[in-house]
């Protein structure tokens, strides 16, 4: 009897239950056409793939992000009112240095005017009327010979200090290399030259020798065509530059004035934009920025138009007047200077004029700078606006009249031979001498200019004291302005906390 094994295993060919199969051969891919088993070693693991990191954005600028939390901030009704506030404390600031900065510029051009370029264009007049002065006191002492008297001697020498006094006042105040500063330095040249002619002319003179009025001659050429031209371009010179600070000081502040009115529009509307919101009709701190703006503004237009005043009223009854009688002065010594020359040169020099007549080249030079004289004094007249300006004008006038009729009478006797008698009635000799005339008008002249020169001092100080303070006011009024206009919006703020 056969019996069944107790052994619970299956057969050797028959799959264990449950144990999976395994392929005893791998499968081929289709494409492969050998039937070479492959290797029943496992391949080795793939190696983990990386995960793709999508690039980073680029940073942002500070002003896109400022912009974007700005604009976040502009929707809502806080963030408005901040926007707000901040612009209008802006806009008041700049207000308030704009008006500072161009009011310290218009103040500092008023008082360029009153101690500065007036100054040096009276100081320039001075220079040419000393150098005039000391030409006519040379030939006026040359005339007289051995008769010159101590005093006439003395003109002479004052003119020529002054002149160089005044020169070097003018080449300290000139920048270097401009056209004043040439000038200045070809006078200062050629004043010591001058002055070594004349006195070669008078020492010869004295001696009795004829060559001194060939030197006398040569110092009046160089004084008649070489100084007086530079101290006449230097006179215009300074007189351009004083009008340059009359401009500048006149101007009206435009960019001021129309950013103030920009400003209280911004104010006014921000706070009907607050009534409109709360029906609360004032804000204080809204309604103090808006009057320090209105009191900045109203002090800004006040205070140029007074200034603007006060300087046209110096230049129309000052400046004009002063360059008018410096002219009508400098024609009075000219006029002397030709007078003595004419005697001086006996008719040595002539003149050929348009007609072809032949005259005497002072005694024509004479006749030109006496009528300049009577045409100045009669413009000097008609620009004085007080009696006390009138008067002094009005005697010049009365002392040149008297001055041609006793001038008349010396010709008369230089044409007719008598030398000894035309140089007695024009250098003092004589009863009725030219010089007195010469000196009164010349007096009467320097009262008229010091006149003048105190109503200009006068009108330039009241126009540039009109400025006064109101850099620094308009400065602390917009500071006042800002805080107001941060502290209204700040109390409209604080009720949304």
Known sequence: MTQTPNSSAPPENTPAQGAPTMQSVPPQSPDNTSHTPTSTTPAAPAAPTTPTTPP???RRTAFAEGFDQL??????????????????????VAF??????????????????????QPLTSDAADIYRSLADANTAAASGYLAG??????????????????AAKLVTAAANSESGSTSANTIAELSRLLPEYKGLVE???????????????????????????????????????????????????????????????VLAALVWAQRRNYRRTNRVLNHGLVTATAAATVVLLWLAVGQVVARAGLNDSYDHGVR????????????????????????????????????????????????EIGDLAKALTRAADLADDTAGKKPVQDANGFMKIWKDRHDLARDDNDSGNYQAARDRVIGAAKE???????????????????????????AGDGRDSLTGLPTGAAVLAVLGAAGAVLGIGRRLSEYR
């Open 96 to 117: 308030g240095s704009i008006a500072a900065w161009q009011m310290t510029e218009r103040a500092a051009a008023a008082d360029d005017v009153l101690n500065r370029s």
């Open 433 to 459: 001498p030219t010089s007195v005339c010469f000196d009164n008008v010349d007096k009467a002249l320097a009262t008229a200019l010091t006149h003048e020169q105190n109503e200009f001092r006068q009108a």
């Open 200 to 262: 070669t002319a008078r020492a010869n003179n004295r001696q009795g020798y004829p060559v001194g009025g060939a030197y006398l001659r040569a110092a009046n050429e160089m004084m008649q065509q070489r100084m007086l031209p530079a101290a006449q371009k230097l006179h215009e010179t300074e007189n351009e530059r004083l009008r340059a600070d009359y401009a500048d000081a006149k101007s009206f502040p435009w960019a001021a004035a129309g950013l103030g009115v920009l």
């Open 321 to 368: 007047s002063l360059n008018v009688l410096h002219e009508a002065r400098i024609a009075s010594l000219t006029a002397r200077s030709d007078e003595n020359l004419t005697l001086v040169r006996r008719g040595a020099d002539t003149r050929t004029l348009a007609d072809d007549t032949v005259v005497d080249a002072y005694e024509w030079g004479y006749d030109k």
């Open 146 to 163: 051995l008769q010159e008297k101590p005093a006439m001697r003395e003109g002479y020498e004052r003119d020529i200090r002054t002149a």
């Open 71 to 92: 604009r976040t901030a502009a929707t809502t009704e806080p963030g408005r009112l901040r926007i707000i506030g901040a612009f209008l404390a802006l806009l008041v």
């Open 56 to 58: 980073a954005e680029p």
